[in-house]
Nanobody, 122 residues
Framework: QVQLLESGGGSVQAGGSLRLSCAAS????????MGWFRQAPGKEREGVATIDAAATTIVADSVKGRFTISQGKDLFLQMNKLQPEDTAVYYC???????????????????WGQGTQVTVSP
């Protein structure tokens, strides 16, 4: 069974950093679109960043300059200068149908992890 497993979440103070990791089991998605999404309490899930097979990235304006998506054996999200508004459950996801032209829409991603909580205190 294909699974994505996130790790690295936690609680930090504003201005701090965290690095999220996402490991795939069952198959790899290094040649597909992968992304990070987040869902804050009472809000819809939103795209944070995506990366394609050529390592081309798309980053949401709200985190641009602070968050970096990268991929090696696993998928990573380096989060710097965290703010309370970054508090959310963070999910990694894969779109097995695409290698390029990744979208930031959750509807295009069919494989999801269970999420990891990130809490940023003032």
């Amino acid at each position: 069974q294909v699974q994505l497993l996130e790790s690295g979440g936690g609680s930090v103070q504003a201005g701090g950093s965290l690095r999220l990791s996402c490991a795939a089991s069952g198959r790899t998605y290094n040649h597909n679109c992968m992304g990070w999404f987040r869902q804050a309490p009472g809000k819809e899930r939103e795209g944070v960043a995506t990366i394609d097979a050529a390592a081309t990235t798309i980053v949401a304006d709200s985190v641009k300059g602070r968050f970096t998506i990268s991929q090696g054996k696993d998928l990573f999200l380096q989060m710097n200068k965290l703010q309370p508004e970054d508090t959310a459950v963070y999910y990694c996801a894969a779109d097995p149908r695409r290698s390029w032209d990744c979208s930031m829409s959750q509807d295009d991603f069919s494989v999801w992890g269970q999420g990891t909580q990130v809490t940023v205190s003032p």
